[in-house]
Structures are given as structure tokens and as C-alpha cells.
């Protein structure tokens, strides 16, 4: 093994996990500089490399940990845990940050519910959706449905809406 990934990993892995701690704990509370979100998301992926290889260079004393129920009751737990993330709470669209649930309610609105929220006519709104490549054929239909049917994305039908 190089002697640079002896002497490297771990500081790595220690400076890393102090960034993604702090970025972490002040995403989680809102607060810090608008920088902490991608700094946390791209600097926790650079984590990856040097976590990988500590694990390699531990590899054997590694290894011996799930010889022992600490490991492996621990590992569960951090399943549990994270699985508990995914069950639905209080229905399929609740949840999530404030402005994605707003989103998906817009989205979800026709086009004739959401043109007066961005001071357009209906016929406005039809316009400026056709004009970007979204066909707009049955004033039932969910701006969501509108995006899926041009085989965009809701952010695009979004980025559209809010073009002036």
C-alpha cells in the first residue's frame, strides 16, 4: 500500500467528517450560508475515497469487528433507522421541505387553477407552456401530467412557469 494512503486516509477521513457534521447539523436546524448544501453534498461523496481507503488499509482488523455482535447489531440498528425515513407519513404526498410540498401542489394544479397565482390568464399560461414545448390539449389535466406527457421533467415545466 502506498505510504500516502497510510498517511492520508484517515486525516482525510477526520476533516471530511467534521465538515459533513457541521454542514449537516446547520442544514438540519436552516441555518449557515446558502454554500453549506452543496459543500455538504459534494465534500460527503469526496468522504467515499478516503473511507474506502482506510477500510482497505484496515481491511484484516476490519474484518475481526463482525466476528462480534457489536457490528452486527449496530448495522441493523443504522438499517432500522434509515428505513424508518422511508415509511409514508400522513399520506403519499405529505412530507418534505415547505417549498417541494408547495411545488407539488402547484404542479398538480391545472393550468387554469395556477395562471392566476402567476398573474397570467389562462390562455397566457397555455402560450407560454406551447411556446416551450409543452402541449397543452385538455384544461383538466395537472400541470404534472402536462410535463409528463412532453416527456420533461417537473422542473422544467416549473422553470417555465416562472420565466417572465
Known sequence: MPAIV??????????????SLVTGIAL??????????PMHEWLS??????????IWKNWRPFLAYFRRAPM??????????????LVPIGGADAGGP??????????????????PL?????????????AAGFAVSDPEVSLHQ?????GQSDAELAETLVEG
Open 72 to 85: 452486527l447489531i449496530a448495522l441493523a440498528g443504522s438499517l432500522a433507522a434509515g428505513a424508518l425515513f
Open 6 to 19: 497510510s498517511r492520508y486516509a484517515t486525516p482525510l477521513i477526520t476533516g471530511l467528517f467534521v465538515i
Open 146 to 150: 402536462i410535463a409528463v406527457s412532453a
Open 45 to 54: 461523496l469526496v468522504l467515499l475515497l478516503p473511507f474506502v481507503l482506510h
Open 28 to 37: 438540519f436546524f436552516h441555518i449557515g450560508p446558502t454554500g453549506f448544501r
Open 118 to 130: 402567476l398573474g397570467l390568464t389562462p390562455a397566457d399560461l397555455t402560450g407560454r407552456l406551447t
Open 98 to 115: 415547505p417549498q417541494f410540498v408547495l411545488a407539488q401542489k402547484v404542479l398538480g394544479g391545472t393550468v387554469e387553477q395556477v395562471a
